[in-house]
């Protein structure tokens, strides 16, 4: 596609629930980021694939928050069991290089309101 | 870790006058600082973007500027106009052959007609 595709576009969950927020990179990018940003705040990385390997997850927060990218295109990120603090813009960025002094082009979001 | 910090917080300016944003990095071997202008609800999008081998880079009327010394750099917005308001991000390249980006906390830009 002509960018990076999120969906959905808003999520309102309950505490307690399980959510899956889905990433669709620019083709044939390599590389594939996930970051969350807060309200008013700057984004925060969480998780980062080059392909379908996953070389960074240093920034999940816990293990409730999983990702994956099984055929290096698609991305999914799951939150289980979601709790209130995980409320927050969850933003997918991918670059075609597998370098990382190379622009990103973030997705629109997903903004998650967990009630 | 990397750790990026961004002043001001907020900035007012009346359309034509300059407005200046700066970000001070903590790890020295960073090597790419991009800038994202995000408006409201919408998703960021890069402006400009400077590597550690350049000093100063300019985009019509955007520039930036970096001092590796002093571990800062900083936007240059000429001649504002109200279509520049937004949510202005710095961010910096931690070390790493893929370099994840750590993000300032933003500068909010206003600019009045």
């Known amino acids: 596609g002509a960018g990076v595709s999120q969906s959905p576009r808003y999520k309102v969950a309950k505490r307690g629930q399980d959510v899956a927020l889905r990433c669709d990179p620019i083709?044939?990018?390599?590389?594939l980021f996930w970051y969350q940003q807060a309200l008013g705040q700057g984004p925060e990385f969480l998780t980062y694939?080059?392909?379908?390997?996953?070389?960074?997850k240093s920034g999940l927060p816990s293990d409730r928050f999983f990702a994956e990218r099984p055929e290096g295109s698609v991305s999914t990120l799951k939150i289980q069991r979601t709790q209130q603090e995980d409320s927050a813009v969850y933003l997918c960025?991918?670059?075609?290089?597998?370098?990382?002094?190379?622009?990103?082009?973030f997705g629109s979001g997903t903004r998650l309101t967990v009630v | 870790g990397e750790n990026v910090e961004q002043h001001p917080s907020t900035l007012s300016v009346q359309e034509g006058d300059s407005a200046v944003i700066k970000c001070t990095y903590s790890?020295?071997?960073?090597?790419?600082f991009p800038w994202y202008k995000q408006e409201l609800g919408k998703r960021p999008q890069l402006i400009i973007d400077?590597?550690?081998?350049?000093g100063e880079k300019k985009d019509q009327r955007i520039a930036v500027t970096l001092n590796k010394t002093a571990k800062h750099f900083s936007l240059h917005i000429t001649e504002t106009q109200p279509e520049d308001s937004a949510v202005y991000f710095c961010?910096?390249?931690?070390?790493?052959?893929?370099?994840?980006?750590?993000f300032g906390k933003g500068t909010m830009l206003l600019v009045s007609p």
């Open positions: 960025a991918s670059s075609p290089s597998g370098r990382g002094d190379y622009g990103y082009t």
């Open positions: 083709s044939g990018h390599v590389s």
């Open positions: 694939f080059q392909n379908e390997a996953q070389l960074d």
């Open positions: 961010a910096a390249s931690i070390k790493g052959g893929y370099s994840t980006l750590t």
């Open positions: 400077i590597r550690s081998n350049v």
């Open positions: 790890d020295s071997a960073s090597n790419y």
